[in-house]
């Protein structure tokens, strides 16, 4: 919903980004995303991009799922997406890094962990 809303509330589409990043929806979550935006009218496929995907190996790592998407998207903000962006590589990134709202509590008690995705556009001056 916010990678939606942001093409809606700046009236954008996917091809106006160089990137959409989220922060560790892993591959489950990649095809998720990429089938609900499609179902809204827009492809990301092509230029998505998934910081957990970028640092762990699904085949040999077994992630399923993704790690922890505070984790990586910080890793790979620091090491990857900012570089590009200072050299002038990426002009406009949509990030979006996502993450699990964890709390022992809820958790305890049984109830489901919400998550929280954010959107920041960074560009290139």
């Not at 939606?4 to 954008?12: G, I, L, P, S, T």
């Not at 990301?44 to 085949?59: L, R």
Request: with cysteine.
């Amino acid at each position: 919903d916010t990678i939606w809303q942001n093409f809606q509330d700046y009236e954008r589409m996917p091809e106006d980004y160089d990137r959409i990043i989220t922060g560790d929806l892993g591959s489950v979550g990649k095809t998720i995303l990429i089938d609900l935006l499609k179902e809204k009218g827009y492809d990301i496929s092509q230029i998505y991009m998934d910081c957990g995907m970028e640092i762990f190996d699904e085949a040999s790592q077994d992630t399923h799922a993704g790690g922890s998407g505070c984790g990586c998207a910080a890793v790979t903000f620091g090491a990857e997406i900012l570089p590009k962006i200072e050299k002038g590589i990426w002009k406009r990134v949509l990030f979006v890094p996502t993450g699990a709202l964890l709390s022992t509590v809820s958790f305890n008690e049984g109830k489901s962990v919400p998550g929280i995705a954010h959107g920041v556009v960074i560009e290139h001056c």
